[in-house]
Structure formats: structure tokens, C-alpha cells
């Protein structure tokens, strides 16, 4: 019996959440998630991590599983996930998978590519550039060293700006040069569904879900894990603004303004990265749940045959 898994991505905001627990209930399934940012615990309004009623609507696995201190990397990830959908598959023939992060999303559904290893001492000399010199400074590194993966990885992402740049440095040669087109083989089969809008209502969903999280409590949330910002967890869309908020440097308004920003070009770039895929099935973000269903359905009889 062939084994499909369901992998729902597309930009921040755009619904990916709510899509999956449908097709988790509709295909009588669980959840992956492969968004990086809800694996810690300590992270739930920042992140849009799935609410409790949303978490019980339907089994979720890797939201809130690791603590901001803790190493997680996207190799872990991708021994983790492997080894809990080759669990689920043996009782059942689909899995949903949900995330924005196309790094972590494609760990799963691809594998990742060897890269050489890396005399540690870069990586420390780079969070210390990091913690002095803060990560724009990483940033305009990257877009010297390897303009492409400055275009594509997620910059904002303190993990991912540091390990392209060991790799660049150590390795004298671009990060990107080592992504390769060669997939590992997989005991399931991808369908891939992407949700998407024009440009202006991304924009809108993302601003209005920032005003939601301001109300909800995200200033506290963020207060209360002041004394651990140094962390690369924490230093990400909506907590690094707000400690700036905190410390004095920016009104609120203005770093409302910068999470709104931050945020919208977080999306651009998830965009990018998923756009490369050319097997993914991509709806407006509007269309009619039965569309998308049918869709999986006649993918799934096709992959089949």
C-alpha cells in the first residue's frame, strides 16, 4: 500500500493551520509540524503556534516539544520526523505535514545535503559577531560571500545566517554550491499543497495577525523571557523587536511597525523558497476545502498507478 504525506506550505498567515487540521480530520490522520519556530515550549503567541482547541481538533507532533535552551537542529529534525511517520504509516496511508519553514519541510520530504565539516571555532567567532555586532552584520556578510543564499535562506534566523557563513568560511566556497538536486529515498510519497494570495492580502493577513498577537499578550510573553534574549531562539520576528521595546531603544510603536515589516518579508522569502518546488499544488487561499480534497485524492490515484 503506498504511503502518501500531505505537505501544506506557503507564506505566514496565509491559513496553513487550519488547512491541515481539515485534512487531518477529513483523511482520519495526524499532524507534523515542520514550522521551527513552534518546536519550543516556551515560544506560543510569537510563533501563531497551534491554540489548545486547535491542538485538540488534531494530533499534533513537534509543537511545542523542545525548550528555547535546548540544541535542535534541522538534522535532529529530520532523524525525528522519519522516524515518527514511519510509526504512523504503519496504521495509516497519508500524514499531514504543515510549516513554513522550507529548510525543515524539505529535510523531511527530500533529505538534506552533506556539507563539509567545519572547525568549530567559526561558529563561535560568529556568535560573537553576533552578540557585539548584532546579525545585520551577519547579513551583509552573507550577501557578500554567497548572494544567493542571502536571497533564499531565512536571514531573520540567527541558526540558519550562522551556519551558511561557517560553511562559506570554513569551506572557502558558497553555501549554496553544496545544495544539491539529489534526494534521499523515501518510504512515502509527497503531495504537496500551497497556499497563497496576491501580495496585498498577505500583507494584510500578517498585519492584522501582529495586531492580534499585541492583544493577546505577546508584550508579556516576550517581558517574561527577558533574561534569556540572548538565546538564537529568541532572537527572531516578533521577540527581537519587543526587546527592543523593553530596553528603551524603540517606542512600541515603532517596533509594532518593524514585527509588521520583519514579518512581511519573512513571507516574500518563504515564498521564494517553496516556489522552487515545481510539484507543488497551489491554491488561493480562499478556495473551497472540497477542491483541495478532490485535488489530494486524484494525485494520490495517480501516484498509485
Request: overall charge neutral; hydrophobic content about 35%.
Amino acid at each position: 500500500m503506498t504511503k502518501f504525506l500531505i505537505s501544506i506550505v506557503g507564506p505566514t498567515a496565509i491559513g496553513k493551520t487550519a488547512l491541515g487540521i481539515t485534512l487531518a480530520n477529513h483523511f482520519d490522520t495526524e499532524i507534523i509540524s515542520a514550522d521551527s519556530r513552534q518546536f519550543y515550549k516556551e515560544m506560543h503567541i510569537g510563533t501563531a503556534a497551534p491554540t489548545p482547541s486547535e491542538l485538540a481538533a488534531a494530533k499534533h507532533h513537534f509543537i511545542h516539544h523542545k525548550s528555547i535552551e535546548d540544541n535542535y537542529s534541522v538534522g535532529d529534525f529530520e532523524k525525528d520526523a522519519i522516524k515518527t511517520l514511519d510509526q504512523l504509516f504503519k496504521t495509516r496511508d497519508c500524514v499531514i505535514m504543515v510549516g513554513g519553514s522550507g529548510l525543515y519541510v524539505d529535510a523531511v520530504t527530500k533529505g538534506l545535503d552533506e556539507f563539509p565539516s567545519v572547525d568549530p571555532s567559526i561558529r563561535l567567532a560568529l556568535n560573537e559577531t553576533l552578540n557585539s555586532q548584532g546579525i545585520e552584520s551577519l547579513q551583509e556578510q552573507l550577501k557578500t560571500l554567497d548572494p544567493k543564499s542571502y536571497n533564499t535562506i531565512a536571514i531573520d534566523n540567527p541558526h540558519r545566517l550562522i551556519r551558511a557563513l561557517e560553511v562559506c568560511i570554513g569551506s572557502q566556497q558558497a553555501y549554496s554550491s553544496f545544495l544539491t538536486s539529489t534526494n534521499k529515498t523515501r518510504a512515502f510519497k509527497t503531495i504537496t499543497i500551497g497556499l497563497t494570495s496576491e501580495r496585498e492580502v498577505i500583507y494584510d493577513r500578517i498585519n492584522r495577525r501582529v495586531d492580534l498577537m499585541m492583544l493577546e499578550g505577546l508584550l508579556d510573553e516576550v517581558n517574561s523571557l527577558r533574561s534569556k534574549q540572548h538565546l538564537n531562539a529568541l532572537n527572531t520576528v516578533g521577540y527581537k523587536e519587543l526587546f527592543k521595546f523593553l530596553s528603551h531603544e524603540w517606542t512600541l510603536d515603532l517596533a509594532i511597525s518593524e514585527i509588521k515589516k520583519n514579518s512581511r518579508r519573512f513571507a516574500k522569502r518563504q515564498l521564494t523558497w517553496f516556489k522552487k518546488n515545481t510539484e507543488t499544488i497551489w491554491f488561493d487561499y480562499n478556495t473551497d476545502i472540497e477542491a483541495i480534497i478532490k485535488t489530494i485524492s486524484d494525485q494520490q490515484k495517480c501516484l498509485m498507478q
